[in-house]
């Protein structure tokens, strides 16, 4: 009896404490890095006090914990939306182009000539990360069906879709894999040629629990859309501002 009723409050204590607190005030806020953004404390400190200066009280920034009441989440918000049932959409993000949907790209030295995804066999490949859609998961799809995988090429996962155009450039790696509207931008520019673009995918955003206050969901919800692109460097490059209900 007693190792029950010890284990019924340990799990009690781990349920609450999984719980987001919601402050009348403030709200906790967590980041996440899949699919890029600059991390570091600056950087998300920098991030806070744009919210906070749009009216959006946000307190106690971590780099990504799962049980804070403001999340941005880089993936697709058709799978979020599945996935986090106790959370709302407030604000999704918008490319450079002002769409609401992205697609990841393939990118070589235009004077390599390549414009055949099965001339890659071999090559270094620079990657976002595993779990970035653009950057890693719908250009793989393409690159598998052209023969090029982890036993043919050597791929090299930098964290951040400007890290894998940089390796590119500075001729670490043949080939970079990154979101489109960052390839094109970094293609005119730097004599790159985009050999393929992946099929395009819903943008992420910003979610807010469901037991928040209605009045800090539309505060937070209005600064997200007032956010200054060049404050919030702790999110994926490609996104130039977000889009509110």
């Not at 395009?200 to 937070?220: F, K, L, N, S």
């Amino acid at each position: 009896m007693l190792l029950a009723v010890v284990f019924l409050l340990y799990q009690s204590h781990t349920i609450y404490a999984e719980e987001p607190s919601f402050d009348s005030a403030n709200v906790s806020i967590s980041v996440d890095h899949h699919d890029g953004g600059k991390i570091g404390k600056r950087h998300l400190r920098e991030l806070q006090n744009a919210l906070n200066e749009e009216g959006c009280h946000v307190v106690s920034g971590k780099e990504h914990t799962a049980d804070a009441q403001l999340l941005f989440d880089s993936r697709p918000v058709s799978l979020v939306r599945k996935l986090r049932p106790d959370y709302q959409l407030i604000a999704r993000a918008k490319t450079l182009d002002g769409s609401l949907s992205v697609r990841g790209a393939i990118l070589v030295h235009a004077a390599t000539g390549i414009n055949d995804l099965t001339l890659l066999k071999g090559e270094w490949i620079s990657f976002v990360s595993k779990d970035s859609w653009t950057g890693y998961r719908l250009p793989l799809k393409l690159l598998n069906r052209a023969g090029v995988n982890e036993n043919t090429n050597h791929f090299y996962f930098v964290g951040n879709h400007v890290g894998s155009v940089s390796a590119l450039l500075h001729k670490d790696v043949h080939v970079a894999v990154m979101a489109e509207p960052l390839a094109r931008r970094w293609a005119e520019q730097n004599a790159l040629s985009i050999v393929a673009v992946t099929d395009e995918v819903d943008t992420g955003g910003w979610w807010m629990h469901r037991r928040a206050a209605e009045a800090i969901t539309q505060q937070c919800s209005q600064a997200l859309g007032r956010l200054d692109r060049r404050r919030h460097n702790a999110l994926p490059a490609w996104i130039d501002g977000f889009a509110v209900p």
